[in-house]
């Protein structure tokens, strides 16, 4: 199947669940805490569905990252004076 056939499916299945819901607010109310947690998934579902058709719409080219280039030049080594090597220590002191 295609993207667009499976995004098809996936919305027809929302709209399942929303009929779904709707019948079950006529049994249960809409006042409840249950119902509105569930009403709000919901419609954050249909929110995602709606950006997923969109992003799949206007496929994006892949980019490259950015390159950077690294100086072949050492650096100095005044900028290290006041650290110590990692992982051996401290320079006037022994490994235990």
């Known amino acids: ?3 667009h056939d499976e995004l098809m499916s996936v919305q027809r299945s929302l709209d399942e669940v929303f009929r779904s819901l709707g019948r ?3 049994q249960l ?6 119902m509105r947690r569930v009403r ?6 249909r929110e995602s569905v709606a950006l997923l058709r969109d992003a799949a719409a206007s496929p994006a080219a892949p980019t ?5 280039t690294i100086s072949d030049t050492p650096y100095d080594s005044a900028l290290w004076s006041d650290s110590d090597d990692e992982g051996l220590g401290a320079r006037d002191r022994r490994a235990p």
């Open 40 to 45: 709000a998934d919901a419609n954050h579902l």
């Open 29 to 34: 109310g809409t006042g409840g805490l249950e």
């Open 64 to 68: 490259r990252p950015e390159l950077v």
């Open 24 to 26: 079950l607010e006529k």
């Open 1 to 3: 199947m295609s993207v």
